[in-house]
DNA sequence: AGACAATTATTGTCCGACAACCGGAGTGTG
DNA sequence: CACACTCCGGTTGTCGGACAATAATTGTCT
């Protein structure tokens, strides 16, 4: 018997988006690069509305900017957004870890952390980015709150467009799991200032980090 | 000298999005109501393909949601999404609260504020309501991130959408400001415990009184 | 009544068209 | 040479029409 759910039901319009988006993420478009709709639908094989409608989704996540009469360009992010993304990432993430250190279950952040922590060691950076930006997604995730979840992922959808112009190897991944293991750890001790200013740490570091990537890029 | 910014720059689908937004929000639309392509395209004299980008950017608002080839309804929102919301709106107004009560300069609250309680006076209920929400948002724009802000933005424009379909009248527009005023007094004397305190119990009243009215309608 | 077929309404996608608009290349003028 | 103006090609914004795919509804038969 074949899974029924399994047939793709997807429309043109988000299989085209999506297509975008793992360009996108991939870092296949650079940062300015305007997204003609003409060549993207002869590209992709389909109608220009349809790329339009795509377009429209992908410039509603942020990840395109739209200038009216102009079109359509990768967005470019200025060292004052990726400070304001972090800023923002503290505060819905803070009160996750407030959550998780007042009783909240953890389990999701250990599954993460945990696949964060093998990808690691087997060099997998693919894989090690996903589980490390999971990580950060469970944490916020702790508040059960699908509406703030959301605004996250938005969050490090744009945070990744960034990364995706840089260099993505981590050299140092085994300090930085140790970072995450940390505030864990600070969480299940029902220690939430500590957890929190751990957290602050660990964030205000990685803007730095990411600032210094993208600036000398 | 004739402003020159004040010429309309607008695109059709804007303005499309606009007159719809102001239909949901004033409770022209009831939640479940389908949106029909075809009859909003002849009703506003634009085209098909105008309207539906119009309702794209809609429903990546949240104000409507598309049920794949079945349309286009004015977003219905159950208790639970009322009680996400307000969470939601807990987490980012008290971080803003914690920073208006260490240092954030607090005179675009006490502006909204001052609205607030002029309009309540005046018995006018749709300034009085402007006024209210944006003090809520200006709390959020005390952080100074463009980010949560819009974020918080999406949260007000959902719940508006709630309350479009019950009663607006607050009889108790004078109590309503005497609450707001202490946050800001609590805020003003740089007591952050008392003034996220009354926050949140602010909230969790507002909750459940539009959960009651949205029920009971 | 319930399973099944036929009908209809609506969306999803495509195509072609054209005006409006933008940026740049060329042109003229001081 | 600097500046303003005009023209032009490429692109977007919007339109109208078309048709297949899908869902909802109605009608039919057992």
């Known amino acids: 018997m074949v899974d029924l759910r399994a047939i793709d039901r997807s429309s043109t319009t988000d299989r085209v988006a999506g297509a975008l988006r793992e360009m996108l993420f991939a870092g296949d478009l650079s940062p300015g690069e305007p997204l003609r709709e003409v060549s993207l639908a002869e590209g992709f094989g389909v109608a220009r509305s349809t790329v339009r409608e795509a377009l429209q989704v992908l410039s509603g996540e942020g990840l395109v900017t739209r200038y009216p009469n102009r079109g359509v360009v990768v967005t470019e992010l200025s060292e004052h957004d990726i400070g304001e993304i972090f800023e923002a990432r503290l505060v819905l993430e803070s009160a996750g870890v ?120």
């Not at 690691?120 to 980015?129: K, L, P």
């Not at 990364?163 to 600070?186: G, I, K, P």
């Not at 029902?190 to 751990?198: F, V, Y």
């Open 98 to 217: 407030r959550a998780g250190a007042t009783g909240a279950d953890l389990t999701p952040v250990a599954a993460a952390l945990a696949t964060y922590a093998e990808a690691a060691q087997a060099d997998d950076q693919v894989v090690a980015t996903h589980a490390h930006l999971e990580f950060h997604t469970s944490l916020v995730a702790l508040l059960g709150n699908a509406r703030l979840v959301a605004g996250a992922d938005v969050l490090t959808a744009d945070l990744r467009l960034a990364l995706a112009s840089v260099e993505r190897a981590r050299r140092n991944a085994r300090s930085q799991v140790a970072d995450h293991r940390r505030l864990l750890t600070l969480m299940r001790s029902g220690d939430p200032d500590s957890a929190l200013a751990e957290l602050e740490r660990h964030l205000r570091a990685a803007a730095v980090s990411v600032t210094e990537r993208v600036v000398g890029a």
